[in-house]
Structure formats: C-alpha cells, structure tokens
C-alpha cells in the first residue's frame, strides 16, 4: 500500500508515519509511506506514485487540504482520502467529498487503526472488483443430470423440455427423456433465461424449439415442440410468453 501523508507540520507527519508503521490493521502489507507538506507537492507526489491512502490535513498554511480533494474526486483514478487535522466542525464537509474517514490531532494509535483498517477493506474490495471485471466470464454449457444409477451430461441447448409430475423431473431432448428427483426451480437457475423459460409451474421450454401454439382450454394455450411433446401454457404465463414468441 502506498500511503502519501499531507501536512504542513513536520513533527504531525513524523507522528502519524510512526503510528501507521505500528500498525496491526496493516500487518502483511507492504507499505511505502510518501510525505507533502503543501498541496503542490503532493500534486507531485501523486503523479510520481499510484499513491493507495491519503491522510490529508485541511489547514495547510494558506491552502485547504478540500482544494486537493475535489480535484480528486472525479478522477479516474484517486486514492482513498482519511482527512487528519485538529478541526473537528469538517467532518461533514470530509464525507461529502468522499473521505473514508477523519481522524483528529493528537493521533491515538487505536484510531489510527481504526482508519486504516476502513481503508484496507475499501481497498481490497477495489482489487475483487478490478479482477473480476478482467476476468472472462465463463459460461458453462452443459448440464450434468442425476439419475438413478449414474449421471448424465447433455448441451444444454439441446434441452427441449422439462416438466415435473409427482416429483419426477423428466428433461426431455430430441432423441432422449431423463428423469431426475431434481426440481424445476434446480434445472431453471442453470438455464440462460434469454432462450428457455417457465410456461408453467409444472413445465420449462426451449422457446426456439417451439414449433406451433393452439388454443387450449380456459383461455390457455397449447404448445407443440420440435420433439413432438405438447406443453400446456399456464394462464399466469401466456402474456410473457405472446411476447418471447412475436405474437
């Protein structure tokens, strides 16, 4: 972690960099700790290192430490900001700018901790996010069936349907029907709901393997699929259903 601190007096750098290499809240990190004292500097500073934390004081003889704030707030990039300073009438001002914390002068070791654990958590939560958005979303074709004696492996696409009654599981394909003790609520979380959907509380179908709908009784429908099977549409199920199929 590379932490830059801020602060226009000497003595309250050297202080708060002795309590964060104490502390526990760190403990595995490599950290590089970097020092400013004005808000020039830590301009530099920042440019020079893909600074992780600052602690950043607000009165930095003429300037104010909220300057260099706002300027990072819209950045693509910006480091998690703990404001540090003896003026306690900013905290509000400090959160609405995006800090993570705010610590007051004289530094105590347990506050110190305190923040910096804040700031590891944010931070860590940052690098799940970065890596799981590098990483290629994986999509998993087939579908394993538990049958009674052995398990089965289909694509799922070549899935036509699957209708439950009692209790029994039957996914039927073009050439095959298996039946599991699986439920339909099992079969349906692993089925992209872009190509198959639920027509009834007792059936899911292919929707590109419907081949022909007909009028049914009480106002429902009747589908016929590629395979032959016919599925009756639930009443609850027939509007999304005109809609998935263009009529």
């Known amino acids: 972690m590379k932490i830059l601190l801020v602060d226009d007096e000497p003595l309250a750098r ?10 526990p809240s760190l403990a595995g990190m490599a950290v590089n700790i970097y020092q400013a004292e004005d808000i020039k500097q830590a301009q530099m500073e920042l440019l020079k290192n893909k600074i ?5 004081d607000i009165s930095l003889n003429e300037e104010n430490g909220f300057e ?14 703990i404001f540090s300073t003896a003026y306690d009438e900013y905290a509000v001002k400090a959160f609405d700018v995006g800090a993570v ?15 910096l654990t804040k700031a590891r958590n944010v931070i860590e939560s940052r690098v799940q996010t970065r890596i799981s958005k590098e990483q ?11 049958l009674d004696d052995r398990n089965i492996v289909i694509k799922k696409n070549d899935l036509i349907t699957a209708t439950i009654n009692s209790g029994v599981l039957t996914i039927s394909t073009a050439q095959e029907h ?19 959907m639920q027509v009834h509380r007792n059936a899911i179908i292919n929707v590109e ?33 005109s809609q998935r199929l263009g009529m």
């Not at 992780?52 to 950043?56: N, Y």
């Open 209 to 241: 393997e419907v081949k022909e709908v007909q009028p049914w009784f009480n106002n429902t429908l009747l589908l016929v699929m590629s395979n032959g099977e016919k599925v009756q549409v639930g009443r609850s199920y027939r509007k999304d259903l």
């Open 52 to 56: 992780d934390l600052l602690f950043l």
């Open 101 to 115: 914390d705010y610590v007051l002068k004289p530094f105590e070791q347990e506050r110190i901790d305190q923040a």
């Open 136 to 146: 290629p979303h994986v999509v998993n074709e087939m579908l394993s069936i538990e």
């Open 68 to 81: 260099l704030a706002s300027e990072l707030k819209p950045a693509d990039y910006s480091p998690i900001i």
């Open 178 to 196: 298996y039946k599991t003790r699986e439920t339909l609520a099992w079969l349906k979380e692993r089925l992209n709901q872009a190509k198959f």
């Open 14 to 23: 050297t202080e708060l960099e002795y309590l964060i290499t104490k502390s």
